[in-house]
């Protein structure tokens, strides 16, 4: 069940990339365009010429795309649902993707989020069980290292 918990994951971050990046750059493509413009409505909503601008986003299929409600940024939040195994069960990964910061309804700019995110869409089991032995490897010779440095902490002496 494991196996099957970890490829699952590994398939919905993958998935949740590829489309973090898709949506980064439908949204750029349509925002850049309109820093120092008005989108919202006071209740937070986008103004009627701003929605008809938009496409339509994904809402099926084990994948979610919806605007986050900070009304500081301008970014939407990427969920996706792979099922384990035979599909009683499901595993989720979320990630937002930032267009642009706001304030008081208007995108005041792109900030950093000018430049396209490069997220990894290709990960595999494989090699995340390989970094996840490395990891527990890791640990082990962190605790060997810091008990033989005992009693002395491990950056200052106090």
């Known amino acids: 069940m494991r196996s099957q918990r ?4 590994v398939k919905a971050v993958n998935r949740a ?13 349509i925002f ?4 120092g413009e008005k989108l919202d409505k006071a209740d937070g909503a986008f103004l009627v010429k701003i929605a008809k601008l938009l496409p339509k986003l994904p809402h099926d299929h084990g994948i ?3 605007r986050t409600g900070a009304p500081y940024s301008l970014a939407w ?4 649902n792979e099922p384990v195994g035979d599909g009683e069960t499901s595993l989720y990964f979320g990630i937002s993707t930032y267009v642009g910061n706001m304030r008081d309804g208007v995108l005041t700019d792109l900030g950093h989020h000018d430049e396209k995110p490069m997220y990894r869409t290709d990960h595999t ?3 995340l069980l390989k970094l996840r032995a490395d990891c527990s490897k890791a640990k082990i010779a962190y605790g060997v ?5 005992w009693p002395f902490d491990e ?3 106090n």
């Open 155 to 157: 950056e200052y002496d």
């Open 64 to 66: 979610r795309v919806l």
């Open 6 to 9: 970890t490829a699952a994951k």
């Open 17 to 29: 990339h590829r489309v973090a990046m898709e949506v980064w750059q439908t949204m750029h493509d």
């Open 77 to 80: 939040e990427i969920t996706c």
């Open 125 to 127: 089991v494989e090699e």
């Open 32 to 35: 850049a365009p309109l820093v």
């Open 145 to 149: 290292a810091r008990t033989s440095m």
